[in-house]
């Protein structure tokens, strides 16, 4: 197999546009999958330190 699509199976390029997205993680990904995961693990960490603000276990 060639280097690009190597790099697109072990997540370093984008799977869709081929675009670099940084460090593999093993499993073909997109920017937008990324995005979207990122932005949940933020909201759930809010989610956790206004629960503790709040007095209530998270």
């Known amino acids: 197999m060639g280097e690009i699509a190597d790099m697109m199976l072990d997540g370093t390029l984008d799977c869709v546009t081929g675009e670099y997205i940084g460090d593999p993680c093993g499993y073909p990904r997109t920017f937008e999958e990324d995005e979207t995961h990122a932005t949940a693990a ?12 709040k007095g209530g276990e998270a």
């Open 42 to 53: 933020k909201r759930k960490k809010r989610r956790k330190k206004n629960m503790r603000k």
